[in-house]
């Protein structure tokens, strides 16, 4: 008997579980919590204490158990039934085993403990949708794991949605504002998640006025503005819900609504990356005053490039500025641009690119590759400055003061200037360096001799040629330069005070080490396209004398 206790308590929790739905609830109740308490912070099951089958076979002993507390004569507690949902919740973490969740039943059972399943059917008109009554323990761990579920397995979207689903949740929607913060980011991050892959909702958003939803719940946060700088989490775990979290899945519902709007009307396989046209754009500008007051009086996030800071960039992103200059710079105020320059000083502090001179390495922010974190803050201070002069008077005074240091190349300090300069040539950052570049050619009014003075004709000459602009260049006086000194047309530096020839102290094994670095990154260049080696012709030798 005692041997037989000691090789149950070896066998893992998932494996005895198997048999839940014929076990005393009691018991069930105690492996549930037990369950818990192992596997809490887990993301993985399947590995070797624990078969693929057994988790299978776990799952679907929850899903029947469930089921049968609703449609048979199962009779569990709340409680249980909460432990139930919270065990599914934290094991589709993991899709494979989880395979009945993601079925239309799974997602259906789902549906009805979240108080999302309209009566009937759901395909029928006549079918009433009516709001949640009470966001208590069970619907809240159902609403979680139906996120997990949709954010998992695409198809369960589509069970979602055959169900009337989004209807339920735009029902909700309306009612949720007098709810708590936790049940507003619920309802959110599930319509957000049930219109990522839906390019078809624009009809039903409209019809549930789904845009002075969003503004009702909103506007309020504004109005207590002190609370959203709580400590920010994207979990959706028990634990605090911030004011932050919620304005996230605003601004992420917003970009679906925006960006599924757009495909209708456009053909253009990446639209995500272009601004929708005046018509969408005017549905949807009640919206801009309301992210520029948030930036403004929010306080900035660490890192600046985090939630929900970054959703509200990506959503400013859609709209274009010309013609709505009104509600980016609300009664000529132009504290956006001071707030998103100092997003920008931020984050190059945090990254290596303020500590390197190398245009060959890789640039990290926070840990994350530049190029996947900063082009879009860049794209949109580029769209912001492009048609207003002020904004870009602003901003030029900000990235490309007139008073600054020429005694060093510009591309050298720490500087916001030099190190955007580093960061515009480094022949890593595909992205990053198409798109500082064209924000510091933008702050130049376009011209191609101001850029050349302002950030030196050697960081300029990639962007001038790939862009055809080499035949703008003429021989223009630098504006900032000292009147009495001589300045380096390549560098931007004072020539008095460059440096002596580098090679000039160097032994002929270092010269070679120096070779050898140049052409490796010669090499590179070649290989992206940024310059292209041509073998020299079999008759050069000929070349001047045919000249001639």
């Not at 601004?251 to 925006?258: A, E, I, R």
């Amino acid at each position: 008997m005692m041997q037989a206790d000691a090789e149950e308590e070896n066998i893992n929790i998932i494996e005895k579980f198997i048999d839940v739905n014929i076990r005393k609830e009691d018991e069930v109740n105690s492996q549930l919590t037990e369950f818990y308490e192992q596997y809490k912070n887990s993301s993985t099951f399947i590995g070797p204490e624990v078969s693929s089958g057994a988790k299978t076979a776990f799952v679907d002993s929850l899903i029947d158990s469930l089921s049968s507390c609703i449609h048979d004569d199962l009779e569990w507690s709340d409680k249980t039934k909460f432990l139930a949902l919270q065990a599914l919740r934290i094991l589709c973490r993991e899709p494979e085993g989880c395979e009945d969740v993601f079925t239309a039943s799974g997602i259906s059972l789902l549906m009805e403990y979240a108080g999302l399943q309209p009566t009937g059917k759901g395909k029928k008109s006549e079918d009433a949708i009516e709001p949640t009554k009470e966001f208590n323990d069970i619907v809240i761990e159902s609403m979680k794991c139906l996120s997990n579920a949709l954010l998992q397995h695409r198809q369960s979207q589509e069970f979602f949605d055959n169900n009337n689903g989004i209807k339920a949740l735009l029902v909700n929607l309306k009612e949720v504002k007098n709810k708590s913060l936790q049940a507003q980011f619920l309802i959110l991050r599930l319509i957000f998640l049930s219109t990522i892959y839906q390019e078809n909702t624009s009809e039903v958003m409209d019809e549930y006025n789904v845009i002075e939803d969003l503004i009702d719940l909103f506007q309020p946060i504004l109005e207590n503005i002190s609370e959203s700088s709580k400590t920010f989490s994207t979990t959706i775990l028990p634990g605090e819900i911030s004011y932050s979290i919620v304005i996230s899945e605003i601004l992420k519902v917003l970009f679906n609504m925006m960006v599924n709007e757009r495909k209708k009307d456009t053909d253009i396989q990446n639209s995500a990356l272009i601004t929708v046209d005046e018509d969408i754009a005017k549905k949807y500008e009640r919206f801009i005053p309301l992210i520029v007051e948030y930036f403004v009086k929010s306080d900035m996030p660490n890192p600046p490039l985090s939630p929900p800071y970054t959703h509200a960039i990506h959503a400013l992103m859609n709209f274009p500025v010309k013609g709505f200059e009104s509600k980016f710079f609300p009664d000529g105020d132009y504290s956006i641009i001071d707030v998103l320059s100092n997003i920008l000083e931020v984050t190059i502090k945090q990254s290596n690119i303020s500590h390197s001179m190398e245009n060959d390495d890789s640039v990290l922010i926070n840990g994350a590759p530049a190029d996947s974190v900063l082009p879009p803050l860049i794209i949109l201070m580029t769209n912001l400055v492009e048609d207003n002069t002020e904004a870009r008077s602003k901003l030029k005074e900000r990235i490309l003061p007139s008073d600054f240091d020429r005694s060093k190349p510009l591309n050298v300090g720490e500087s916001i200037r030099a190190c955007l300069i580093r960061l515009m040539t480094n022949t890593l950052l595909g992205n990053s360096r198409e798109t500082i570049s064209t924000l510091l050619y933008t702050l130049c009014d376009s011209n191609a001799n101001k850029f050349v003075n302002q950030v030196g004709y050697g960081n300029a000459i990639g962007y001038l040629v790939n862009h055809q602009l080499m035949g703008e260049l003429n021989n223009t006086v630098d504006e900032n330069a000292p009147k009495d000194k001589n300045i380096n047309p390549i560098t931007g530096q004072i020539e008095s005070e460059e440096k002596e020839d580098p090679f000039k102290n160097m032994t002929d094994e270092e010269k070679e080490r120096e070779a050898e670095r140049l052409f490796v990154l010669f090499d590179r260049l070649n290989k992206t396209g940024v310059i292209k080696v041509m073998p020299k012709p079999a008759d050069s030798d000929n070349i001047v004398n045919d000249l001639d």
